[in-house]
């Protein structure tokens, strides 16, 4: 999940390869480097951390040339610093990868047989020491790269550049991403067409297998058989705007408080504003109504969306649904229905995980449709059919409005589907998308507790454990609360059921615990979460509410904090209750001090197993 930007341009490329490494920062950030040709040698510039960290570096040290590649990281092999950092480089060549080289090690044992030397713990290196040895040997830049391509196997994008050689550049892809930018006299690579917005609105993007000679005029794209492929050069709607947090300290928050306007946005794409009726494409719909089952697949935060769309396609449609974590799915090689359709989500499109599960289900003669917030990734060219959810880009890496707009997304599916198989009526449907349409107004009024939140969170942020509770559909949002504390203020925390409570969390329950309990009083299960609040506090417990008035009024004496909510329709509850946990998770992370868009160990975009 690295993020790499490769340009052959007519003026200095150092200003532009930063800049498009800012733009793919989302995609790790433990290292950043770029490497240029000048007067015919290799240059490098490398930092530990962030990308500022470089652009310190740079100020002493800016490497000149027209031609260029960067790099920044999110470390798989070799700890996260300068000299683990991308480009690797030998006297003779430098690569920027994204990936995991598996049989790595086997090619440095050969090569180390030849008395070459390695600097690094990276697996990326071999690329760099495997492409000098060819050359060492008489090879072309040319041949030479299509040898060492041959002899990697794994998931991987790169590219690479040549002492000597100021307008050559070649890259390949297998497994992850990798776009060709066309510009006047200019041509770019890069893990996206984000990175180069600002640069060329017109991109190719490659298919695993591909490999691409780059010079200022052209692209040559190539199998590995050495053949001419094609692939179509469109125009992207990619905005080469750089995003800003604007008045708020962190773009997280940002985020979470653009929740109402983009949640309406998401509604007005599905809802029909005169009938009430959601509005899907025709095929779409036509698969909801036939389908025998649902099999929803994601990672992360999108997997516990897809928790609660396992609630909602179950109880009004009606139809059966499988749930995966999509690192898990294609191992176990499920069997999967005919006629059966496959629903994945990704926030960024291009996480390998739920990649290489849709290509699973696509052996498996399913029908694939994806959710994604991204637009032009892998995961969409590879779907019958793709939802786009409107929540904007997403700058800090603990996903918010994203989340909330999948919710909505599947929420609309869901509706749609029960619908079309009978299910509900058309005065039920009124129902569900009335709740729905008041989303927006409820999450902005949500927005006004913050200030409440944030008083709760300077007690609860001295906890090294936390336990969130919730049943039926905000079982999910539970699991998920514990997930944005854990990513953001490095908090020990787990989501249960509440009823299995009893069945060993409540071992772990002392006056030290703070549990977060999510628990509308309309919720047909409110009383036994009752009796489970009264359990946790029998112990010690220190109950945090998160509910409507009735049902804050009915445990006023159980709970040490609450929040309290709106009486919304059970349906659309999980949705909102989203948003004070993310809150919470905030307000605890700035207070502990960490870094609350970019935490430790983490990027946006997992592009690698």
């Not at 490098?44 to 470089?54: M, T």
């Not at 190719?204 to 297998?209: I, P, Q, V, Y």
């Not at 800090?396 to 919710?407: F, G, P, R």
Request: glycine share 8%.
């Amino acid at each position: 999940m690295c993020g790499i930007v490769g340009i052959i341009g007519k003026g200095e490329a150092t200003p532009h390869l930063v800049e498009g490494l800012k733009r793919l920062e989302y995609r790790g950030y433990d290292s950043s480097g770029i490497a240029t040709i000048h007067n015919g040698n290799i240059i490098r510039a490398r930092s530990e951390g962030k990308i500022k960290n470089l652009e310190t570096v740079l100020q002493d040290n800016t490497p000149q040339g027209t031609i260029g590649i960067g790099h920044t990281r999110w470390a798989t092999h070799g700890l996260p610093n300068t000299t683990n950092a991308h480009p690797h480089a030998t006297e003779k060549v430098a690569v920027v990868h994204n990936g995991i080289i598996e049989n790595y090690r086997e090619i440095k044992e050969e090569l180390e047989s030849y008395q070459m030397r390695f600097e690094s713990e990276t697996d990326t290196e071999v690329i760099a020491q495997l492409v000098t040895h060819y050359m060492n040997q008489g090879d072309s830049p040319q041949d030479a790269a299509n040898k060492t391509f041959d002899r990697l196997e794994g998931a991987y994008s790169l590219a690479l550049i040549f002492a000597g050689e100021d307008n050559l550049m070649i890259g390949a892809r297998q497994g992850t991403p990798l776009a060709v930018g066309y510009g006047d006299g200019e041509m770019y690579l890069a893990s996206d067409s984000y990175a180069l917005a600002p640069l060329t609105n017109k991109i190719c993007f490659l298919e695993d297998g591909d490999r691409v000679t780059v010079t200022r005029d052209s692209a040559r794209i190539y199998d590995v058989a050495n053949d001419d492929v094609v692939r179509a050069v469109r125009v992207t709607a990619q905005s080469g705007a750089v995003m800003g947090k604007g008045e708020y300290p962190h773009f997280m928050l940002k985020e979470i408080y653009e929740q109402p306007a983009v949640i309406g946005d998401t509604l007005n794409s599905f809802i029909n504003p005169t009938t009430g009726q959601i509005t899907l494409p025709a095929d779409i719909v036509e698969i909801l109504k036939s389908t025998p089952r649902i099999t929803l697949i994601a990672c992360g935060t999108a997997y516990y969306a897809a928790s609660v769309a396992k609630y909602w396609f179950e109880q009004i449609a009606r139809i059966p649904v499988e749930l995966d974590v999509a690192s898990e799915f294609r191992y176990r090689e499920a069997p999967m229905p005919e006629g059966g359709l496959a629903i994945f989500i990704s926030q960024s499109g291009e996480t390998l995980d739920t990649l290489e599960a849709l290509r699973y289900a696509k052996s498996q003669n399913q029908t694939i449709l994806s959710i994604i917030n991204a637009i032009e990734t892998t995961i969409e060219r590879e779907s019958d059919y793709c939802l786009n959810t409107l929540a904007g880009p997403e700058i800090a890496v603990a996903s918010t409005k994203a989340t909330t707009c999948q919710l909505t997304t599947l929420a609309c599916l869901a509706i749609a589907a029960a619908a079309e198989r009978g299910n509900i009526n058309d005065d039920q449907v009124m129902e569900y998308t009335d709740a729905l349409r008041h989303v927006p107004t409820v999450a902005s009024e949500i927005l006004n507790h913050d200030s409440a939140i944030k008083d709760i969170a300077g007690s609860i942020a001295k906890a090294h454990y936390v336990l969130y509770l919730g049943r039926g559909n905000l079982f999910p949002i539970a699991m998920e609360g514990a997930l944005k504390l854990k990513e953001i203020s490095y908090i020990t925390a787990e989501g249960y059921a509440a009823g299995e409570m009893k069945h060993g969390p409540i071992a772990l329950i002392d006056d030290t615990v703070p549990v977060v309990v999510l628990a509308p009083s309309n919720d047909t299960l409110f009383e036994k979460t009752a009796s489970n609040i009264q359990e946790t506090v029998a112990r010690g417990g220190k109950v945090f509410m998160i509910s409507d008035a009735k049902g804050v009024e009915s445990l006023k004496d159980n709970s040490i904090w609450s929040v309290t909510m709106a009486d919304v329709h059970p349906f659309v509850a999980p949705i909102l209750y989203a948003i004070p946990v993310q809150l919470l998770a905030y307000h605890i992370a700035v207070i502990k001090g960490t870094d609350v868009d970019q935490p430790r160990n983490l990027a946006k975009s997992v592009t690698v197993e």
